[in-house]
């Protein structure tokens, strides 16, 4: 089952330094049907003004990925660290028993990013934090795996995340293809960052549109214009029962 859920039709927020857009139930925004697609529990397309952003605040049993559409962020938490994650990057923290960060837009441009929360496979990790410079085209028909907590992945270049789950993106020129297979058992949700695309053959996919990917198999990704387009790949069904099951 492929279903778009187009920009328009996703909840919103503006609240001046912060203009979103919600994937999924978050804050103000409830939708009982859009509460996330397996561990995958929220997906925000976030534009941050310059010289503002999120204050020090807490969370706990969650990893949070956050991936760079343009400008940068500027992280600190209370564990120590403190970076800047620019454009086409990701950054992953790992809440677990508990963390305090910041997140500030500390350039002189918008920043845009999304911000994505998957829960973890049981409760009460360390808390971590890392950023990494990923390449900016991953080349013809080809995603990199940006974050994973994948068994096969061990021996990637991403970084980790705990659960069994999957963070990849590809940067496509106009006409290029990109192929993806979700395994029996698992799911995926796709949002074109830039760019429009044509899926399978026959669905045209809007930028910045979501894509929730159920039962599905060989997915066929063609660019309709430069592109640049991030894929999460979960296992499905999946309950956040689960989480205190593998406790």
Known sequence: MIEIFPLDQLGSADHGWLSTHFHFSFADYHDPQRMGLGPLRVWNDDLIQPGTGFPMHPHKDVEIITFLRTGAISH?????????????DIQVMSAGTGVFHSEYNLEDRDTTL??????PDKRDYEPRWETKRFPQSTGHGQFSVMASGRPGDKDSNALTIHQDAALLAATLKAGQTATHELA????????PARGSLKLNGEITVPERAGVSLIEESDLNIEALEESEIVLVDVPYPWHPRQVIANQ
């Open 184 to 191: 029996k058992g698992r799911a995926g949700y796709l949002v």
């Open 76 to 88: 600190e938490d209370n564990m120590g660290n403190a970076g800047r994650t620019v454009a086409g």
């Open 114 to 119: 999304f911000q994505i929360w998957i829960y």
